[in-house]
């Protein structure tokens, strides 16, 4: 009797909670859908780097922050859908400086953007982030080093940093995050839509569809 | 002393542990929602109840299986703490003690107010009305309910 009423009781909380969690989940999963087609304008912008032909169908746009961790653990991912598909997969890259001082380093890419090295010198910050982050603040001294040997004119690219148009750009990827409430980092849009939920699989899965529907076989 | 739910006193003292196990896991499973799933970081203060709650759940259904009264001499302590704190974290939520004496003046404020429902049930309220709950059945099951 007693067991029967306190087996009762667990399943009944447990039930309560993993219904609100799937109805949760369900209503901001086509909340963000919605969102996302109505503000379709602020997800690619003219500034923003890019991977793959302008030609592909299949749109990826991901916000990241080159401080995040989860960010450069997801990069090599991304990268080896891009090498998957040359043809087919065009990726936007967008900024979303959420840690402490990430937005020193994100003026410094787009700095190097300038000079057409920018996903070299992504990819150099990116595989020494430890380096350069600690305990999630940027030390800002600690990023230089690893911008030597890639060709930049890092005389010019500090003066670049400081131009107050690159001061404009970020605070427009930041405005496009907020819009398309992207409040953590990375973020992706796949053909205008956001994840359903946050992993690996689920980008991969997205991707694999939009490709299927993009090129069908 | 009310009249007993069952029949005899030991029958009693497993009905008051038992809702006291009912409130702790409702509060949990609350708490855990609003964390994990709507994704609210919880304050400094919230995670020293959470450290008080949480344990209840377990501790509680220990006590239960089979009865034993003394489950109280181990719960008590926890239910208290968090009582305690959950009254300090209402009276920063509602003004009564100024934010720049807590401790968790950076990153998420205590004194914030993430969910207010129906107008005045707010979470610090919601924390205090579990945690008594939970005390009151336990010191009812303490001594109240006879050997």
């Known amino acids: 009797m007693k067991k029967t009423l306190f087996i009762a009781a667990a399943a009944v909380l447990l039930l309560a909670f993993l219904g609100a969690t799937l109805y949760y989940t369900q209503e901001r999963g086509d909340e963000a859908q919605r969102h996302a087609s109505q503000n379709q304008a602020a997800l690619e912008r003219p500034h923003a780097p890019t991977l793959g032909p302008t030609r592909a169908k299949v749109r990826i746009v991901e916000f990241l922050d080159p401080a995040c961790e989860t960010c450069r653990r997801f990069y090599p991912f991304v990268k080896d859908m891009l090498i998957a598909h040359p043809e087919e997969i065009h990726l936007t890259l967008r900024y979303a400086p959420f840690h402490q001082g990430s937005d020193q380093v994100v003026a410094l890419l787009m700095a190097a953007q300038k000079q057409g090295r920018h996903w070299e010198a992504l990819e150099a910050l990116l595989n020494t982030q430890n380096d350069w982050v600690a305990h999630h603040v940027v030390q800002p001294d600690r990023v230089w080093p690893h911008l030597e040997g890639l060709g930049l004119d890092l005389a010019q690219l500090r003066r670049d940093a400081a131009d107050p148009e690159i001061a404009r750009l970020i605070a427009q990827d930041l405005a496009d995050a907020q819009t398309l409430n992207v409040t953590k980092t990375p973020e992706f849009f796949v053909d205008g839509q956001p994840l359903p939920s946050f992993g690996y699989e689920q980008l991969k899965e997205m991707v694999d569809a939009a490709l299927a529907r993009a090129y069908p076989r | ?147």
């Open chain 2, 1 to 147: 002393m009310a009249r007993p739910l069952f029949s005899d006193a030991a029958d009693h003292g497993w009905t008051l542990v038992f809702l006291a196990w009912v409130v702790a896991t409702t509060a949990s499973l609350s708490a855990l929602f609003l964390g994990e799933v709507m994704g609210y970081t919880p304050c400094v203060l919230c995670w020293y109840q959470r450290i008080c709650m949480f344990p209840l759940v377990p501790v509680l259904a220990a006590g239960l299986f089979p009865f034993d009264r003394r489950v109280t001499r181990y719960a008590l302590p926890l239910a208290l703490a968090g009582w305690l704190l959950a009254l300090f974290h209402w009276g920063v939520a509602s003004g009564l003690i100024p934010e720049r004496v807590t401790p968790c003046s950076q990153g998420v404020p205590c004194s914030q107010e993430l969910v207010v429902w129906f107008g005045f049930l707010t979470l610090p309220m919601l924390s205090v009305l579990a945690f008594s709950a939970i005390l009151f059945l336990l010191l009812l099951t303490r001594f109240k309910v006879p050997q």
